[in-house]
């Protein structure tokens, strides 16, 4: 996670790549957000995830973290609104009691992007 003053200044790909493969991380790698503080619980995030090896719209385990730290940093509390680079709004509640986080939860817009069915001979 990354703390930033001017979020849409920032090379997503190329800096979240040469953080995802830090030797740091290895094997697995990791995602990569990049968070500005737009005001008090009010976050705004850009994320390059791992596997897809790119920016994504929206990434959930993204926004909680950046909540948290933010909240473990004295930049926010809960609930914390968290806005991604595809413009939907989450809201991350949380618990912080006694040096750990408890109940934390996550609420946001969800749509079924695409069904689809693959037939058993496919698998073989």
Known sequence: MVFVQDLEGVDVTGMGRKIRYHRSFRPAGTNVDFVKVEGEDHLRI???ERGV????LACGTGAVA????????????SPTTVVPR?????????????GKFVEVALEGDVRL????RIEEEALW
């Open 66 to 77: 950046a909540a948290l730290v933010a909240h473990l940093r004295g930049l926010g509390s």
């Open 46 to 48: 850009r994320t390059y």
């Open 53 to 56: 090896e790119d920016e994504t």
């Open 86 to 98: 595809g413009d939907e709004p989450m809201q991350v509640y949380y618990r912080y009691e006694e």
């Open 113 to 116: 992007i695409y069904k689809g």
